[in-house]
């Protein structure tokens, strides 16, 4: 199993652009999260499905979009980069059943 | 807001030493977990402790709860170079879907 996978592992944008980091997981999970972690802040919980077609609003979801379209993947979306949103990208998930979370390595996104 | 406080924020030991690390949250929790993250990599989960446990251990982990102060603390015995990274705490509400909310951290250092 390759567990949690994000795509890509590096972007820069340029403000205004638009990207989409993907999240995939081979472990039959329902819930999946994207968190983002910026220095000194720890990780902030932007959205969160506990399901394939639902969505819900995390700490910070200004900004982002999300579609859970299919069970093992978790779309982040991006439609007007800021420099407010460099940052690293952690998606995570978990069975309903079991409280730990499954992390990715994370995509570094850089915004000029 | 982030539920959980890291207490120190860094720690810097020798390698045979213990660490302890604490965290503080503000509500009610279903449980407590502490993660572990190296240098660029993902969140690792290390032990989870519920809310009706006050201790429990894992090889050289000790986890302590305390409810009515609302805090816990990880201790990591005889430490090793390799236990150098960032450790989180992360409560869960007593939803069964409620997601993980994430403490800044506490990096530690172990120096051989």
């Known amino acids: 199993n390759a567990g949690v996978t994000q795509t890509p592992k590096f972007r820069v944008l340029k403000t205004g652009q638009s990207m989409t980091l993907l999240c995939a997981q081979d472990?039959?999970?329902?819930?999946m999260y994207w968190y983002r972690q910026d220095p000194g802040m720890g990780l902030r919980l932007i959205h969160y499905?506990?399901?394939?077609?639902?969505?819900a609003k995390g700490e910070v979801p200004d900004g982002y979009n999300v579609s859970r379209l299919k069970k093992q993947n978790f779309l982040l979306g991006l439609e007007s980069a800021a420099p407010s949103q460099t940052s690293v990208y952690f998606c995570?998930?978990?069975?309903?059943?079991?409280?730990?979370?499954?992390f990715g390595p994370g995509t570094r996104l850089l915004v000029l | 807001s982030q539920q959980g406080e890291e207490d120190p924020q860094a720690l810097s030991i020798q390698e045979g030493e213990n660490a302890t690390m604490n965290c503080s949250y503000k509500?009610?929790?279903?449980?407590l977990q502490w993660y572990r993250q190296n240098s660029g990599r993902g969140l690792v989960h290390l032990i989870l402790i519920r809310s009706n446990e006050r201790e429990k251990h894992s090889g050289r982990l000790r986890v302590t709860l305390d409810t009515s102060k609302k805090s816990s603390s990880l201790l990591i015995t005889a430490s090793r170079a390799a236990d150098t990274a960032s450790y989180f705490c992360a409560t869960q509400g007593n939803s069964g879907n409620t997601p993980l909310v994430f403490g800044k951290g506490t990096r530690l250092s172990v120096i051989a």
């Open positions: 995570a998930s978990r069975t309903p059943n079991q409280e730990t979370q499954y």
């Open positions: 472990m039959n999970h329902e819930y």
């Open positions: 509500t009610s929790i279903n449980n």
């Open positions: 499905s506990v399901g394939e077609g639902t969505t």
